[in-house]
T-cell receptor, first 114, second 114 residues
Framework: AQSVTQLDSQVPVFEEAPVELRCNYS??????LFWYVQYPNQGLQLLLK??????LVKGINGFEAEFNKSQTSFHLRKPSVHISDTAEYFC????????????FGQGTELSVKP | EPEVTQTPSHQVTQMGQEVILHCVPI?????FYWYRQILGQKVEFLVS????????KSEIFDDQFSVERPDGSNFTLKIRSTKLEDSAMYFC????????????FGEGSRLTVL
């Protein structure tokens, strides 16, 4: 079975500062990895995904994530955040060949302050 | 841009009552899902549905739950006899099935059981 741990429940940061949201996973099989974002009063939106190939994945809104197999991590980064990045961020995994069944982390609330 | 729509946005019900949550997935999608998030906890997979039948369900999805696609556009989740612990945000999602894990989520239906 898979599990996902997001190490920080809340991350406050000032505008234009860099940010890293941490995600670790465990699985006995190969997985796909995802980051979803939830803005206030909206549904979950896919930010980026890792399926295979290059371990550095770029997503929407200037976010990127790096898959590290040895560390079983998939941390999300942005070099300079904006107020509009304030949202809840969810890391998720799915088993290969079970694309729709996502196992989510508990979420990280990113709060960007002016 | 096409989106998944859910109704109602918030429902309050008495324990033991039946509840039906409604979802209209994106029109050309083939795979449909329900997830839920109890306040302060992780987003959890409930069930996936394809070709008019359940393809996978979690341990949470017991006999009190059922899903249906009554026509070509709606996808419903029914809880027959609600319990206090069913209080949660319920998310509907759909996908084409070809982009692994790229689920499109609705804004959620908040269910409060009193």
């Amino acid at each position: 079975a898979q599990s996902v741990t997001q190490l920080d429940s809340q991350v406050p940061v000032f505008e234009e500062a860099p940010v890293e949201l941490r995600c670790n996973y465990s699985s006995s099989v190969s997985v796909y990895l995802f980051w979803y974002v939830q803005y206030p009063n909206q549904g979950l939106q896919l930010l980026l995904k890792y399926l295979s190939g290059s371990t550095l994945v770029k997503g929407i809104n200037g976010f990127e994530a790096e898959f590290n197999k040895s560390q079983t991590s998939f941390h999300l980064r942005k070099p300079s955040v904006h107020i509009s990045d304030t949202a809840e961020y969810f890391c998720a995994v799915s088993e290969r060949n079970q694309g729709g069944k996502l196992i989510f982390g508990q979420g990280t609330e990113l709060s960007v302050k002016p | 841009e096409p989106e998944v729509t859910q109704t109602p946005s918030h429902q309050v019900t008495q324990m033991g009552q039946e509840v039906i949550l409604h979802c209209v997935p994106i029109s050309n999608h083939l795979y449909f899902y329900w997830y839920r998030q109890i306040l302060g906890q992780k987003v959890e997979f409930l069930v996936s549905f394809y070709n008019n039948e359940i393809s996978e369900k979690s341990e949470i999805f017991d006999d009190q739950f059922s899903v249906e696609r009554p026509d070509g556009s709606n996808f419903t989740l029914k809880i027959r006899s609600t319990k206090l612990e069913d209080s949660a945000m319920y998310f509907c999602a759909s996908s084409t099935g070809t982009n692994y894990g790229e689920l499109f989520f609705g804004e959620g239906s908040r269910l409060t059981v009193l």
